[in-house]
Structures are given as C-alpha cells and as structure tokens.
C-alpha cells in the first residue's frame, strides 16, 4: 500500500474514524506536520512510531503514514503521486476528490450534522410548536423569499458574510423539508445528499470516467444528454417548471430546443425583435419581442432574468 496520507486538524481529532485510526495503529511510522498534534502522543501510548519529520516522504512508502493539517498543499501534491488520502466517513469515487477536499471535509460532515440533529429536535415533542405545525405547502412561500434573498445578496455584491448568512437560510429550507419527509419515513436529509452526489458523479463522466470532452460546450450538450435519458422525458420541454417566470420559462425552453436546431444568431434575433415592434403594440407582437430579446442574450452568453433584475435595480436607484 503506498503511503497513507491523513488531512486532520488538531481540533478535529474526535472526527477520527476507527477506520483510520486503525490503519494509523498498524503503521510502521506515523509523521506529523504538526508535532504539537494530540494524535501524536496517543499513537506513541499504542506502540507506533511517531514524529515530526525533516523531509517529505514519498508517495510510495509502504507502511508509512502522514498526518498533515487538512489545507495542507502536500495532500494534493502527494495524491496525484499516488498516495493514499482518508475522507473521514464520507465514501468518495477517488483519492484525488478526498485531496482536493480535505481543507473542508470534517468541518462540513459535523456543521451540517449539527444542522440535522437540530432540525430533528425542532420537529419533536420536545421542539418547537411553529415548527411541528409546518408543512412542505406552507413553507414554499420562505423558500421562494430565501432563494431570492440570495439573488439579492450576490446582485448586490454582498458576497462575504451576508452571502454565507443568505445561504445558511436558503440551506434551512432543504433541512426542513428533509426533516418533513423524516418524520414520515419518506426520505431525509442524509439521502438528499446521496441522491444529489449520485447525480453529480453520474453526469460529469469525464471528471470520474473515462468520457474526454474538448470544451465547456461539450460538457453542458453531455450533460443534458444524460439527464434526458435519466429522466426518460417523452419530448424536449417536459419538466420545464410552470412556476417559472416567463423569461425563465423561454430561456429553459430555448435551451431545450438548441439541440434540435434552435440556434439563432445575435443578428437574427434582432431582425425577428425588429419585426415584432414594428406592429401593433399588442400581446402578440410584445410576446415575441420578448421571446426574440430572449433568444439575443443567450446568443450573447447573458441571463435575461438577471439582466432584467439589475436594469430594474439601476432604475430605481436613478430616480
């Protein structure tokens, strides 16, 4: 086995699985980037081996462990030569994902714990009233606010701390209907997140297999490939929500049509908008201009909605 790399701060020393704490126990020599780190002492107490270290060990030292700090550039650095990186409990496709995410990998399994042992006290007996009476219908209206509330904070450039706050909001929503369908033995939140891990695994096949793509646009024409036959739709526009707002619902909907030969060019879609103004003012006429000025911002790489949003705020704030 080549060398058994473990990312582990010293605060998340509880965060260590019998898996790796066995596999450390059986090492020949146990290293540490840290030597003050309180693993140290305790795999010294069990037999091992262990220490600080002056050079970099390699990838390839059988029976030899190293136990760095999680942000550490050697995880990566000793991944792709072929080292062995742990994940904690979380089950990942390679070593390479458990380098490129061990900087945050503990944290975020206990942070979103903590969240789920919460939401389950909240919906208990011993929890709170308001939050026991709620329903998956009556809390769509805060999930169309949180969703917004983030649009808001990124539009508005606030993307440190109140983006973080907005998110944690937003990631309330998915806990609590997770938590709905806990309590009657639907689903819960730890399938949330297998089933949308799955899906990420699935459709990204030349990240995690064997499929080599040559740009951006073969990665998005793979993806909706893909999700087509997962979902196994009967036409192009099935699964457009019809909650959508209407220049969402033409953007999906152009989208969906691209591969069937929708693929207007910037100067098209101006002489079809020209076109549609230069009659009456009327529903008809309007709806396709709009359709049209649609069909121009994707032409142009531009999201209509927002475009559409940032106009509204910059008028606003003209008057």
């Given amino acids: 086995m080549p060398l058994l790399v473990v990312p582990l701060a010293p605060d998340e020393t509880p965060a260590l699985t019998l898996d790796e704490w066995d596999r450390l126990s059986t090492c020949e020599r146990v290293l540490f980037e840290r030597p003050d780190h309180p693993l140290l002492d305790r795999l010294r107490a069990n037999g091992v081996a262990a220490g600080a270290?002056?050079?970099?060990?390699?990838?390839?030292?059988?029976?030899?462990?190293?136990?760095?700090?999680?942000?550490s550039p050697r995880v990566l650095e000793l991944a792709r030569d072929g080292a062995w990186v742990t994940s904690g409990a979380a089950r990942l496709p390679d070593v390479l994902t458990a380098a490129h995410g061990s900087y945050l990998g503990r944290r975020a399994a206990a942070e979103l714990g903590t969240l789920a042992y919460v939401m389950a006290r909240l919906r208990s007996q011993d929890g709170c009233p308001w939050d026991r009476e709620q329903t998956h219908e009556s809390l769509r209206v805060h999930l169309i606010e949180e969703a917004h509330e983030v649009l808001e904070a990124i539009d508005r450039g606030m993307?440190?701390?109140?983006?973080?706050?907005?998110?944690?909001?937003?990631l309330l929503q998915v806990a609590f209907h997770a938590q709905l369908a806990a309590d009657d033995g639907r689903f819960d939140l730890a399938g949330v997140a297998r089933r949308i891990t799955s899906k990420l695994l699935h459709r990204?096949?030349?990240?995690?297999?064997?499929?080599?793509?040559?740009?951006?646009?073969?990665?998005?024409?793979?993806?909706?490939?893909?999700?087509?036959?997962?979902?196994?739709?009967?036409?192009?526009?099935?699964?457009?929500?019809?909650?959508?707002?209407?220049?969402?619902?033409?953007?999906k909907t152009q989208k969906r049509a691209a591969p069937l030969g929708f693929s207007p060019e910037g100067e098209e879609a101006r002489r079809n908008i020209a076109e549609a103004l230069d009659g009456p003012a009327d529903p008809p006429g309007l709806g396709d201009a709009l359709f049209w000025l649609v069909a121009l911002?994707?032409?142009?790489?531009?999201?209509?909605?927002?475009?559409?949003?940032?106009?509204?705020?910059?008028?606003?704030?003209?008057?």
Avoid at 297 to 319: C, I, M, W
Wanted: aromatic fraction near 6%.
């Fill in 53 to 71: 270290f002056d050079d970099d060990p390699s990838a390839s030292k059988d029976g030899w462990a190293l136990v760095t700090d999680p942000d």
């Fill in 159 to 170: 993307l440190g701390a109140d983006l973080e706050e907005e998110l944690g909001d937003l």
């Fill in 204 to 251: 990204h096949p030349h990240v995690f297999g064997e499929t080599n793509v040559s740009d951006a646009d073969e990665v998005v024409r793979n993806w909706e490939a893909i999700k087509t036959k997962e979902k196994e739709r009967t036409g192009p526009f099935e699964g457009i929500p019809a909650s959508l707002s209407a220049l969402l619902q033409a953007y």
């Fill in 297 to 319: 911002a994707r032409s142009a790489g531009v999201d209509p909605e927002g475009a559409l949003r940032n106009a509204t705020a910059r008028f606003k704030t003209s008057l």
